[in-house]
């Protein structure tokens, strides 16, 4: 189970969240996620630590390097999440809609 807090924590970071765009198109090492960035190595592989911590990518070894990947179940738990979410606000959008079709209603009656 991923910490949903943690994960949203975890990719409200730019650089996180750029690193997990990266790790859609498939595994990558350290090396290859730091070269778009203007940061250390050291400071990559603490964002990859939050990014591990938070549940949403995991380490694969692989000889002597550790290619990152993404967690398809953590993947998928957050679109759960956020489709749970679209779901409640839609039905509430649904109720303020239909709220507000009967104030019109009662205020074309009163005309």
Known sequence: MTDLPAAFAALSDPTRLAIVERLLQGE???AEL???F???QPAIS???RVLEQAGLIEARVAGSSRPRRLRPEAVAELWAW???LRRATEANHARLD???GELKAE???KD
């Open 98 to 100: 239909a709220l507000l």
């Open 34 to 36: 730091a070269r778009p």
């Open 107 to 109: 205020e074309a009656g």
């Open 38 to 40: 203007a940061l250390s």
């Open 82 to 84: 956020l489709d749970r």
């Open 46 to 48: 603490q964002h990859l």
């Open 28 to 30: 990558a090492t350290v």
